[in-house]
């Protein structure tokens, strides 16, 4: 079984479609991806989680699907795109409706902030980001 799963994988990561990216299972520590990271920002709205408090573009927290098993509130997970790396907690939940390839929504300042290196930001003229972007070919692990 594990030798069919490498072959999957080699030949999903060798295809290096992005547009569909694979999710490799691992165990705890081991990085699982390439994903699509998307952003929300809503400030004020309720975290799903109990105790997690109302949702801030600063918080460093990410959304997953409600009815995904690998994932509970408070797990922490590590989030890596090229060579920036931040730890996330699960803090709240997104629509069943998302599609298929969302695994993660991530707080505005993971992706616009933290992840997104300040090279490839968009600029205003008072020097806040103008936009952020669904970043591909994040890498995750449950920390």
């Known amino acids: 079984m594990k030798a069919l799963l490498l072959a999957v994988m080699l030949v999903c990561l060798s295809a290096g479609d992005v547009s569909a990216p694979q999710l490799v299972h691992g165990a705890s520590g081991r990085w699982n991806g390439p994903i699509r990271l998307p952003w929300y920002k809503e400030p004020g709205d309720p975290l799903g ?14 959304a997953v699907r409600p009815s995904d098993p690998r994932f509970k509130c408070g797990d922490r997970i590590e989030l890596r795109y090229g060579k920036q790396t931040v730890i996330a907690t699960v803090a709240d939940s997104f629509s069943e409706s998302a599609p298929a390839w969302v695994v993660f929504d991530a707080a505005a300042r993971l992706n ?32």
């Open 49 to 62: 989680c109990p105790g997690a408090g109302p949702y801030k573009a600063w918080k460093r927290v990410i």
């Open 112 to 143: 616009c902030d933290l992840l997104l290196p300040k090279s490839r930001r968009s600029r205003k003229p008072m020097g806040y980001a103008e936009d952020c972007a669904t970043l591909s070919n994040v890498y995750w692990r449950k920390v």
